[in-house]
């Protein structure tokens, strides 16, 4: 009897300090999907057309004239290059991100890189929505991604007597605006991604990039409050909400199993010889992972974006099945699975 107690404390402690475990999840386990249950339900085995917007994480180099892209970057390939590549169909990239690129210039002016979320958004309306003869998408197979923010929260200015949440607010205001304005213009599924832990990359050495922890942690909690809030507002669409934060760390964590050897430094920097086929750094620069990070994050968003397939409920099994609801977090499957797993251990 004694051992019983024990060991259901044990369980009971176990199920209180998973959660202090959080870095060791993966980011697809801690994910968010807001998801309909109307017209457009959510299947990316179906999804035929990926449309990409964002900042150096995600640019291919795409020539907005005719759409054509590098279809390696580092050496390898990137995430939404990685992402089209597993379904077993083909899936059509048309990806407008562009290095140093911002949410909105108005807000984080960049005379250097004059790209941000508005100024894609427009390229998108001109070059892919308005020539329908390139191509001819649908809502219903088009999934949309939107991953801006690095830039913002590097580059805003900032002073030292306002909180930068203010700004930060401003800068979500926009994104939403411009997912309103790709709603009006038919897209009905979209995926958000967090900004990762950039104040582990190496350009944070000396602490220069010190304010941006706090900074990134409200940033994403804003984006995913949003993003429900935007889901409510439109219940035809799907929103999913991808924390690329906790993939970085759970990268860095369990480098070994990615090959990694070096999460400190950047390949560039430290003289490599040929850091195009590097294999062992986790950034590749100062600021930009490696193409072994880049891969490990497309297929583990297309494993998050593959778990959340919705199948139309029938109507006996809509009660009894809450996964089915408005939203669902990854998270509970795992308390369930280490519960599972403890009580399992009371029968050896
Ligand atoms: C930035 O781009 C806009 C339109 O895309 C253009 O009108 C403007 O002149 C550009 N500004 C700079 C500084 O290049
Ligand atoms: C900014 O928002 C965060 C999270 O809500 C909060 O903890 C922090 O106090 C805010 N900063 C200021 C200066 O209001
Ligand atoms: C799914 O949609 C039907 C109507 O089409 C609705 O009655 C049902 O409650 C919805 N189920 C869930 C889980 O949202």
């Given amino acids: 009897m004694k051992t019983l107690y024990s060991t259901l404390g044990l369980l009971l402690s176990s199920l209180l300090v998973l959660p202090a475990l959080g870095r060791t999840f ?4 801690v994910s968010w999907a807001y998801l309909t249950n109307s017209t457009f339900l959510f299947d990316f085995d179906k999804m035929q057309d990926l449309v990409v917007f964002g900042d150096s994480y995600s640019d291919v180099h795409t020539n907005v004239k005719n759409m054509k892209y590098d279809s390696e970057i580092y ?5 939404a290059l990685k992402l089209i590549d597993i379904p077993d169909h083909k899936v059509w990239l048309w990806d407008f991100a562009h290095k140093g690129a911002v949410v909105d210039l108005q807000l984080v002016p960049r005379d250097e890189e004059n790209t941000s979320f508005v ?16 191509r001819g998408w ?12 690095t830039n913002d929260i590097i580059y805003m200015s900032r002073s030292p007597e306002s909180s930068s949440n203010g700004t930060i607010d401003k800068i979500i205001d926009s994104k939403f605006q411009t997912m309103e304005n790709l709603y009006q213009h038919g897209a009905r599924h979209f995926l958000l991604i967090y900004v990762p832990t ?9 602490n220069s990039l010190y ?12 984006v995913n409050n949003r993003a429900k809030e935007f889901s409510t507002t439109h219940p035809d669409c799907n929103v999913l909400v991808y924390d690329s934060f906790m993939e970085f760390n759970y990268i860095m964590d369990n480098k070994n199993a990615f090959g990694i050897n070096n999460i400190v430094d950047s390949c ?21 992972p490696s193409h072994v990070v880049q891969e490990a994050l497309g297929q583990d968003i297309y494993e998050f974006l593959d778990s959340k397939k919705v199948v139309r409920a029938v109507p006996s099994d809509v009660e009894g099945n809450a996964e089915s609801g408005a939203f669902t977090f990854n998270l509970k499957s795992l308390f369930l699975w280490n519960a599972i797993f403890l009580l399992s251990l009371l029968f050896i």
């Fill in 211 to 222: 304010f941006t922890y706090d900074d990134t942690t409200y940033y994403n909690t804003q």
């Fill in 198 to 206: 950039i104040e582990k990359a190496p350009l944070n050495r000396g």
């Fill in 119 to 134: 100024t894609q958004y427009n390229s998108f309306v001109e070059n892919l929505y308005e020539k329908n003869s390139i």
């Fill in 75 to 79: 050496g390898g390939k990137n995430w």
């Fill in 268 to 288: 560039v920097e430290s003289g490599a010889d040929d850091c195009g086929k590097d294999e062992t750094h986790f950034w590749h620069n100062d600021l930009h």
């Fill in 26 to 29: 993966r980011g697809q386990d």
């Fill in 138 to 149: 649908s809502s219903r197979t088009t999934l949309f991604s939107i991953w801006f923010g």
